[in-house]
């Protein structure tokens, strides 16, 4: 972790927020190339063949990723509704910027077990981001093993045996499998290998942990992109103008209303908490209702 944290430090600004976003972008788009155009617009123009990119067809090194996980109208909805929550789930334990390395880095694992493949034998693998996906499940199981699923939406359990399974799973298409599959699924997964190994000092979350991160996040967020904490509704200075101004809410306001110590007692009243204030001071506003 000591080195992620150095290169969080270097190069953290540059992580994208909310990147499996991006990803399940991506499977929209080549969901719609399918359907437009079949499965030939993709593998016509798309997805990874080693020979087209060295013919010069080098954006075929990052289109592999917008094979979707399925073509099934409603099963594409689902799977990409998990992704989009696991993604989500996983940034909030590791920050985005540990998230943004772990995909990136899974990314780059495929493309060079597809270059190892092609090289051993000369066979284009049909690279797709299922175990990349499968990979993120994978790493939140390290750091959350006891979190509960329904299986089919009944049966309970725990996230380490579903994780186990899949790792059985891929145990056994390793043994049985041959070269190009074996080396598909080494590469595949050794973000979540590499994950594993530097994370196993940390301590474990739990769901309630994740829930106090989520809510502090949000709040850290507002509070960032709010340049003051106080402003006064009739006048509308804050606390920037002067560290000598002091706020309050009104009690008799309806609504949480707040003014500096000038307007607290000669603003007008609001008794309907969706209207606005006009801006002007109580004072003129008596004095034009007297002169009515």
């Known amino acids: 972790m000591k080195l992620i944290q ?27 190339v399918y359907l437009i155009g079949g499965s030939q617009v993709y593998y016509g123009f798309f997805s990874w063949n080693v020979d087209a990119v060295l013919q010069g067809q080098v954006w075929r090194l990052v289109t592999f990723l917008l094979k979707p996980p399925t073509t099934n109208p409603i099963m594409i909805l689902l799977i990409c509704y998990i992704y989009w929550n696991m993604g989500r789930m996983l940034e909030q334990m590791i920050g985005t910027f540990g998230f943004n390395l772990y995909m990136i880095s899974g990314v780059l694992f495929h493309i060079l077990g597809g270059l190892i493949v ?21 790493a939140i199981t390290f750091l959350i093993p006891d979190m509960q699923f329904y299986l089919y939406g009944l049966i309970p359990i725990k996230a380490k045996w579903m994780a186990a399974l899949e790792i059985a799973l891929y145990g056994y298409l390793l043994l049985t499998g041959d070269l190009s599959t074996r080396i598909e699924i080494i590469f595949s997964l050794m973000n979540a290998i590499l994950f594993f190994f530097m994370t196993r000092n940390l301590s474990r979350y739990s769901p309630s942990q994740i829930r106090r991160r989520r809510t502090y996040q949000k709040q850290s967020k507002v509070i960032k992109m709010t340049p003051y904490r106080h402003k006064c509704a009739v006048c509308g200075r804050t606390e920037a103008d002067g560290d000598q101004l002091e706020f309050r809410y009104c009690s008799k306001c309806a609504g949480n209303y707040e003014y500096c110590m000038e307007h607290l007692y000669t603003h007008i009243h609001v008794t309907d908490p969706g209207s606005k204030m006009s801006g002007a001071p109580g004072e003129d506003a008596a004095e034009k209702k007297s002169e009515d």
Do not use: C, H, Q
């Not at 150095?6 to 953290?12: A, I, Q, S, V």
């Open 6 to 32: 150095k290169l969080e430090r270097k190069f953290g600004r540059y992580a994208v927020p909310n990147l499996i976003g991006f990803i399940v972008g991506l499977y929209a788009i080549g969901y719609l």
């Open 118 to 138: 092609y090289w051993i034998n000369g066979t284009n693998l049909d690279i797709g981001t299922t175990y990349l996906n499968l990979s993120m499940f994978l």
